[in-house]
């Protein structure tokens, strides 16, 4: 009986940057990747990827204060339930 290798999945490069960079893996794994992988990214260097950059760096920007917000807005409900 022969076992089916399990499909290896693939995630979209600024998402591994920005749990590097700044969001944590907590946003990661509250999007479904496995807390292995968010591991993975944390603890290997990054490999350069060639890419065209579709958002410019003020969009980057934003959206990693947007996610820090929400990361902020967690753990203050969070106390707030207590």
């Not at 990661?28 to 060639?50: H, K, R």
Request: glycine fraction near 4%.
């Amino acid at each position: 009986m022969s076992v089916k290798p399990r499909p290896q999945r693939s995630y979209d490069q600024r998402l591994e940057e920005l749990v590097r960079t700044s969001a944590g893996p907590s946003l990661a794994m509250d999007l479904g990747i496995p807390a292995s992988t968010v591991m993975s990214w944390l603890c290997n260097p990054a490999q350069q990827v060639l890419t065209l950059d579709g958002l410019s760096m003020k969009e980057q920007e934003l959206q990693r204060e947007v996610l820090m917000l929400r990361q902020r807005i967690r753990k203050l409900l969070a106390l707030f339930r207590k």
